[in-house]
């Protein structure tokens, strides 16, 4: 039998990802899971890994610039705007979470609503 070992490699990343969780991945796993939402039918470790390699990290490839994306081979506009909807999306996430938490005169309580404020 001489199967491939690539094949059906997405959903074994999904179905870690959903059903352990993501501390289950390497970091360049996560990246992989990401672009395959927007690079449906490429192979996409070793794009994640230039990435990683690049920008030093999954914070160093949210705060690249989206001129700096695109000179990395296969990242297209695409790949920015969900970079951009998930940083967007977690920030409303964020604040939105903070105003539901009850009001305390526990200081470290403050200090964690202040973060999730304005992080």
Do not use: C
């Amino acid at each position: 039998m001489n199967t491939k070992h690539y094949l059906g490699h997405r959903k074994r990343l999904r179905d870690r990802f959903n059903k352990i969780g993501p501390h289950s991945l390497q970091e360049y796993e996560l990246v992989e899971l990401l672009l395959t939402y927007v690079l449906p039918q490429r192979d996409v470790k070793p794009i994640a890994k230039e990435l990683l390699r690049k920008f030093g990290s999954i914070k160093g490839i949210f705060d690249a610039s989206e001129e700096k994306l695109q000179s990395v081979q296969y990242i297209k506009e695409n790949f920015t705007t969900l970079l951009k909807l998930i940083k967007e999306l977690n920030a409303i996430y964020r604040k939105q979470k903070a105003l539901d938490e009850p009001y305390s005169d526990d200081f470290t309580a403050k200090e964690g609503w202040m973060q999730n404020m304005f992080l």
